[in-house]
């Protein structure tokens, strides 16, 4: 089946999106990609494609578990075999998972990246026709990149087992940098990128100075109609901006990663359907949403990087009608945003600290626990041990950027079966635990795949099958697992601890302080990249965001901020600059009187120049002295 087929088939397009072909026939024709997409730009089709094309199995390499999930329940959906490995899982279910991958059961297998590390997986490796190994998010890999994460180097060592299959890398966000690092890193044999301009032209960016931040949203709301995504930095603020916006009579529900799972996806099914019209969320929403006709995003607090900003703003207007993203900002946020950065960093002793204190608060001894993982309560940790959260969280965040542990958010996992005996040996069971047998035979009786892979199910609808109560329910699998029968895997929705290495004391715990220094000063230049553009009035947004990802010869949007206060200027950008670029040099000279500086400009007409003026003093770029001569700031 060619790849139209394919797409036809078990995606229902008619074509791909742009530069999609181009990727997938470059991985066929056995080429080492990096794919530098935007948010939306359907990365995922990418590799799912070629790995129904061709004969054998997909390794795909992410790093968040829910995104795992998200795409492997879709996939099974559309009548693919696809699996997903990660901490945390039931041993069975990875043995499963691994056995339909060596087999030639399953076209993708999603694995996060610290897997590569364990020699199981290794060996197992071995025996799997990989046709293709996909990374996403792939900017992780790059010590430059926003989200540097150690266990991505790993990649490199799998290419000498499986030296035939080709890597595609995928990113929505990557400098030029870290575009040559991530292809140095996975071991390009030829440096192969393919871009799509990260140009949107449908989309407004907006940077608005505001004290009344709630004033502002309810004039914005009242005059741009739609779906909206309101970002906020705390989980409290979601549910005060949500609350305020329903009192001006707009329509709006709150969400952060710290609800229970089921009500986090009621909400978001409700805000997809429409109904409410604005979702008030923490930079937690938004992982897997595809929502086309979202016309406004805004960010009431300051996003945390150009990265996070441009990939949370591009969930706008991906219907390809006008849309806007919006930064509403006062001076105190980025005097908190300094004073957070401090916090964001930690000093030695206290990251130490806080990994001795996690030994103990999980009483694992020294030299045990690798790949275990443990319920995790920051709140509880950081009451037990008398611990500032802020710096807990940021040590904690470090610890798992070196590469000695997982923190994984609240993820929901229904509860799953599988059914170990089969045969004779199931009948002989149940001939033996009588007063289990009429329970299992409605288990069998309910559900479809339980020998093959392990099937979530709703245990309150279980309960009502079998007339039981939820508890007696819960007892008897319990039980049904105990004897060997079934292994059963309890819901189960609190954030996650996990090492992926065997705990050390805390004086043998080694801190790179090189690395240390690194992200220090790349976190300090994203946070100065961040107040320039957000400071900056006289360029044109769309250009500065397009630059920062190494994009040139853009002509101005025309629609952002700063273009449509030059638009009022009512001079073409070609006459704006010839005049600007006359008047510039001479105020960083020195201070002039209106009329002399008039006079010092060549062949320009004097309407003109106090037109460029006008533009300069009400962007703040020139100012008056005390006695009414002009400068630059």
């Keep these: ?323 806007w993203s919006v930064i509403l900002y006062q001076d105190s946020d980025l005097l908190d945003a300094n004073s957070q950065f401090e916090f964001s960093f930690p000093d030695m002793e206290m990251i130490k600290s806080v990994y001795h204190a996690l030994g103990n608060y999980f009483s694992l001894a020294v030299g045990s626990g690798k790949n275990t993982g443990f319920d995790f309560d920051i709140s509880d940790f950081c009451n037990q041990f008398n611990l500032n959260p802020i710096s807990t969280f940021n040590s904690l965040k470090f610890l798992e950027k070196e590469g000695y542990l997982l923190l994984s958010e609240g993820l929901h996992f229904p509860p799953r079966i599988f059914v170990k005996l089969q045969g004779e040996k199931l009948y002989k069971f149940r001939v033996e635990n009588a007063d289990l047998d009429i329970f299992l035979k409605i288990i069998l009786r309910s559900y479809t795949g339980l020998f093959t892979q392990f099937t979530k199910f709703n245990i309150n609808e279980l309960a009502r099958r079998t007339s039981l109560s939820v508890e007696q329910t819960f007892a008897k699998l319990e039980k049904l697992n105990r004897l060997g029968a079934i292994a059963f895997v309890p819901p189960k929705s609190k954030p996650q601890i996990i090492f992926t290495e065997e705990r050390l004391d805390a004086k043998d715990l080694y801190i790179s302080k090189e690395n240390y220094s690194m992200r220090k000063k790349m976190a300090l230049e994203r946070l100065n990249s961040l107040n320039v553009y957000l400071t900056s009035n006289s360029r044109c947004r769309s250009i500065s965001l397009l630059n920062y990802f190494g994009e040139s010869k853009i002509k101005r949007c025309g629609q952002c901020d700063v273009c449509l206060e030059r638009n009022k200027v009512d001079l073409n950008e070609q006459e704006f600059n010839a005049i600007l670029d006359q008047i510039k040099p001479l105020l960083k000279t020195g201070a002039f009187e209106i009329n002399d500086l008039i006079a010092q400009t060549e062949r320009v007409k004097k309407e003109k120049v106090l037109k460029v003026i006008e533009w300069l003093l009400d962007n703040n770029k020139i100012a008056y002295t005390l006695d009414k001569k002009l400068y630059w700031l």
Aim: hydrophobic fraction near 40%.
């Design 1 to 323: 089946m060619d790849i139209q087929q394919i797409l036809i088939k078990y995606w229902g397009y008619s074509g791909f999106r742009p530069m999609q072909e181009d990727i997938i026939r470059s991985v066929l024709a056995g080429q080492d990609t990096l794919a530098l997409m935007p948010t939306g730009g359907g990365k995922s089709i990418c590799f799912q494609v070629p790995a129904l094309a061709k004969e054998g199995i997909c390794i795909v390499i992410s790093p968040l578990i829910a995104l795992m999930k998200d795409q492997v329940d879709r996939l099974k959906a559309l009548g693919i075999n696809a699996f997903a490995i990660y901490s945390g899982m039931h041993q069975t279910e990875i043995e499963l998972a691994l056995n339909n991958a060596t087999l030639g059961n399953a076209k993708l297998l999603y694995i996060s990246p610290e897997r590569l590390a364990t020699p199981n997986f290794r060996e197992v490796l071995r025996y799997m026709k990989v046709n293709l190994i996909a990374v996403d998010e792939a900017h992780c890999i790059s010590q430059w990149g926003y989200d540097f994460r150690p266990p991505y180097l790993k990649i490199a060592e799998i290419r000498h087992i499986i030296p035939d299959a080709p890597v595609l890398a995928l990113t929505a966000s990557a400098t030029p940098v870290v575009v040559d690092d991530i292809q140095e890193k996975l071991g390009f044999s030829t440096p192969n990128l393919i871009r799509q301009s990260f140009e949107r032209k449908n989309l407004a960016y907006i940077v608005v100075k505001e004290e009344n931040k709630m004033g502002k949203l309810v004039e914005m709301f009242k005059k741009v109609h739609g779906s909206a995504i309101v970002y906020a930095g705390t989980r409290r603020r979601t549910y005060e901006f949500a609350r305020e916006l329903n009192k001006n009579g707009i329509p709006a529900d709150h969400y952060h990663a710290g609800m229970e799972n089921e009500q986090r996806e009621k909400k978001q099914k409700a805000w997809m359907s429409g109904h409410p019209r604005v979702i008030v969320a923490t930079n937690a929403f938004g992982m897997g949403i595809d929502k086309p006709d979202v016309r406004l995003v805004v960010h009431v607090d300051l996003p945390g990087s150009i990265e996070a900003y441009f990939q949370e703003a591009g969930r706008a207007g991906r219907d390809g009608k006008k849309a």
